[in-house]
């Protein structure tokens, strides 16, 4: 379906002239308009099944140009590859060429990391600095990398209104955002993270698209009439003519792929993509991703934000699954928070107490069938049979930061001690781990939900929305204006308080908290069938004890308040073990370790600081 060469939108071609292919089977006519002086109007002739070519000489990399359909309406190319001028404005050719550093004849050639040892950390390209550009992110790539970072999660970049948006709101998916620097700074950044060993990770948004410089229905039948989203119309996957949708956004993640060389891409909110037919789009999708892959020689991993708890997601698609290759853990994080926070509200009213966090650290989801309250029905299945590097586990993200009343990080929330307890929860559990950028030194500033559309009556739309919030999250006060400069310039990251006090302290325990995840086996390669959870019958401490390949690891964490003797954990009695970290040693900002003389063998018994994390290690299995 996918035609690589003969990909949509503006093509250089290596003779002086460009290619330019459109899907537009509504509008009657439509000509190229090239804007020069002076500018020229070229009918584009129908070449069969609603497309339109048109091959053009003389015109190459800088010429900006619209589509004007029926004589009359000037619009921005569907597929344009950047808008300098924002969302309405023209598109421009862009060279599709680039001076790759981290090829194979280079000595800077990237090599790729496997599935487990992803460790993520998702970045807001306008927040991350003052800046709020590629090329001012990479000044901080060395510090994510010594900090034990291995992949960067950008949110997403696509082209949105003004310049300040989380992303979900892009209109242009092709297209990267102009106030980032678009192609040629998204490429620089990409290039920057993998001569330093990282990978890089797009969030893409394919369930939706935003409503202001949104002309796709101008076009074709983009949209469902059938289906429709929180977040507006439903994109057509599986109604009359949605083969050509599909193939747009499939030429949409591999152009991600082959152009601009990541590693892997995050679809946002699949449970918003309504698709009926008997083979999915989210299938044909992760299949084209993979076959792409294997023609590039490389591998490139397919993430899903879903909230159905269902496995086939991330199931063989010879199974009758998508074929995905990992997945959002949101009851994880959600029963993670309820424990350090104490919230009961909303959604974490399924999530509540550490038994419903034991079965999340050892199986995955907690809802497997039974009856959830927030949703008011019974909600997902069993994901005990999956791997655990199929998961991505959080203690914070975009999501969790910004929809609360006022933005506020668990910084904000919880004492120091607890955010240490909640690092090492998710860190050193069996899946994939994401951080929220800032959150490794516990950033003071804020994670708003901000817009810049132009339209008042949407920025007006969306202060209203989240004002309907208020009810539904139990608010007390008033949220920060979305659509205000000063709630944006509230969100840019403060970095110097990384060497600041406690700042310095976390931040440091994160790193050590990576390293022990790279170093250690039973961390690193943990699997369901060499491990065992359990909990305290008080149910505050979860004790985690796994083994492989000669290395055993006894993981105990500790949600009480007070001081606690414990012979829960049990099997140190047997000997040879050597406590390898303890959350609250003097030397990570903690009240002090009684543990640091501990050997097993001799006493059945360890006493544990509140809400602590303490990780003994030995190199053979005894017993």
Sequence with gaps: MVDAENPLGATPLADGRCRFLLWAPRPE?????????PPRLLPMPTIGNGYRELIVEGVGPGQQYFYRLNHSLDRPDPASGFQPQGIHGPSQVVRREFAWRDTASCDTAWRELPQADYVLYELHVGTFTSE???HSAIEWLDDLARLGVTAIELMPVAQFPGARNWGYDGVHPFAVQNTYGGPEGMKAFVDACHIRGLAVVLDVVYNHLGPEGNYLAEFGPYFSDRHHTPWGPALNFDGPESDE?????????LTWV??????????DAIHGIIDQSASPFLGELGAAVDNRASELNRTVMVIAESNTNDPRVIAPRSEGGYGLHAQWLDDFGLSLNALLTGQQESCYRDYLGLPNFSKSYHDGFILTGQYSHYRRRRHGTSSRGVAAEKFVAFLQNHDQVGNRQRGE??????GFEKLKLGAAAMILS?????????????????????????????????RNGRLREMTRYQWLTEPADPGATATFELCVLNHALRREGNHQSLWSFYQELLRLRKDVPAIKHATRDQSETSFEEDQRLLI?????????????????????????????SSGGWRLVMD???????????????FTGGQTTSALLQPWSCVLFERTAIVG
């Design 29 to 37: 006519t439509v000509e190229l308009h090239l804007l020069g002086d």
């Design 132 to 134: 709020g550009t590629f």
């Design 245 to 253: 949708v599909r193939r747009f956004f499939i030429q949409n993640a």
């Design 258 to 267: 082959t152009e601009f060389h990541v590693d892997g891409l995050r679809l």
């Design 409 to 414: 990080r668990l910084s904000h929330a919880v």
């Design 430 to 462: 069996p899946y994939v781990p994401l951080l929220f950028m800032g959150e490794e030194y516990a950033e003071t500033a804020p994670f708003h939900f901000f817009v810049s559309h132009l339209d008042p009556r949407l920025v007006e739309s969306v």
């Design 544 to 572: 985690s004890r796994r083994w492989v390949d000669g290395c055993e690891i006894l993981l105990g964490l500790y949600f009480g308040n007070e001081l606690r003797e414990t012979s829960a954990l049990r099997w140190l």
């Design 583 to 597: 959350s609250a040693a003097s030397k990570w900002g903690g009240p002090g370790s009684n543990l640091a003389a």
